[in-house]
């Protein structure tokens, strides 16, 4: 191309209004250097550097273009939907984030949530099962449909960046149409990426599985270990946060009980639960879930713990929500159901520990977890006496995919 030639761009470029001027007039080249005219250098918004530029090809130039285009797109306020990775929690819809630097007020919304449906059709082998109380009881055969769990959640931030919301409605019908739906959700400052305070009704963070959304657990349910060792949801206070350059992580709290959302205003006692989880990335992103959806290009490790101590009551609960804490003996019998530890016997209050390991490891598409669970209930009070002074069980889970 000659000094002082005009370029003639693409067709489809006219049809932005704001290129016209570029199309008509066309930048021009003037000692070696492309000069652009001035109605398209304050259109584009350019900076001093890209007024005058080294000679650039057609590509190069329409490159640019399209670069300041999108960026203009980007600028413009509209919901737009950001899905779930397992590197990055899912945001879902924004519905608006409003910019504080241009003096709009300080405030943001995402929309999110999830239906699970459910087809459970059990055929039985067996026409009873006796408890550890002798009682008999009939098992039956069971051919259901149900909303096994939905969700709807709204977050963001709200006068500060830093003040953080996060407001789920829950439901099932499990239990029939008359089953409540509960609200869940929280409200925390964040200081950094090292410590956020928050106070909402949660899970109660012990073990790896329970935290995990259901969206992101290995099969369609946690597993039966997790949900026969782990606590429920209980309103409290928690930390949450991370250190060493995003390697060591942490979540810990104190909450009304192991589940304090069950119990509400009928809870006895001051006594509260005291629970965390901390875990460990040394060599990469873990990311969220079991399997290796990212594929890692180099291994990732994960190492963890957690415990939880809490003075509970008995939780007289009927375990139709899927998320309900139900404190049962190793072989099925509700620890609160009468003759549980010995004839006459009727359990009122108990201390539950639980404390439990994990480790996971994920590479090119591969993944392999476990977590090891300890529990132990004692401190028994209520009517006696207890054949037993407490109640030791152990267990865990496996998971390997590709």
Not at 195 to 221: C, D, I, K, S
Request: glycine content about 12%; proline content about 7%.
């Amino acid at each position: 191309m000659k000094k002082n030639q005009l370029l003639s761009l693409p067709a489809w470029l006219t049809a932005v209004p704001f290129m016209l001027g570029l199309a008509v007039m066309g930048p021009v080249w003037a000692d070696e250097q492309l000069v652009l005219p001035e109605p398209v250098v304050a259109d584009l918004d350019l900076t001093p550097a890209e007024v005058v530029v080294p000679p650039l090809s057609q590509a190069e130039i329409e490159r640019l273009i399209d670069q300041r285009v999108e960026a203009r797109l980007q600028a413009m306020p509209r919901p737009r939907y950001v899905p779930a990775t397992d590197i990055l929690p899912p945001q879902g819809a924004i519905l608006i984030d409003t910019d504080a630097d241009r003096g709009e007020f300080p405030f943001s919304a995402a929309l999110s949530g999830f239906v699970q449906l459910r087809w459970l059709e059990f055929a039985r082998s067996s026409t009873s099962w006796t408890d550890s109380t002798g009682q008999t009881f009939p098992v039956t055969n069971i051919n259901t449909f149900n909303l096994n769990r939905f969700f709807i959640t709204t977050a963001g931030h709200v006068v500060d960046e830093r003040l953080l919301y996060n407001i789920t409605i829950f439901g099932t019908t499990d239990n029939g149409l008359r089953a409540p739906i509960v609200p869940i959700g929280f409200g925390g400052f964040k200081w950094s990426e090292a410590a956020m305070l928050a106070v909402g009704m949660t899970q109660v963070f012990v073990t790896r599985e329970w935290p995990e959304a259901p969206a992101w657990q290995m099969g369609v349910e946690r597993s039966m270990a997790n949900t026969f060792f782990r606590p429920g949801f209980s309103p409290g206070v928690f930390a949450k946060g991370n250190l060493g350059d995003r390697t060591l992580f942490y979540q810990a709290g104190i909450w009304n009980g192991i589940d304090g959302g069950t119990l509400g205003s009928l809870r006895k006692g001051t006594s509260m639960a005291f629970a965390g989880t901390s875990w460990w990335e040394p060599l990469a992103p873990f990311g969220l879930g079991y399997g290796d959806m990212s594929y890692h290009r180099e291994p990732a490790l994960r190492l963890g713990l957690g415990g939880c101590y809490g003075r509970t009551q008995e939780l007289r609960v009927v375990g139709g929500n899927p998320e309900d804490t139900l404190i049962r003996l190793s072989d099925g019998t509700p620890l609160n159901r009468p003759d549980a530890l010995g004839g006459g016997t009727q359990v009122d209050q108990f201390r539950y520990h639980l404390a439990s390991v994990d480790a996971g490891w994920k590479y090119r598409g591969w993944a392999i977890n476990f977590e090891y669970y300890f529990r132990l209930l004692n401190n028994f009070v209520g009517d006696g006496p207890f054949e037993r002074n407490s109640v030791y069980d152990q267990g865990g889970n496996g998971y390997v995919s590709w």
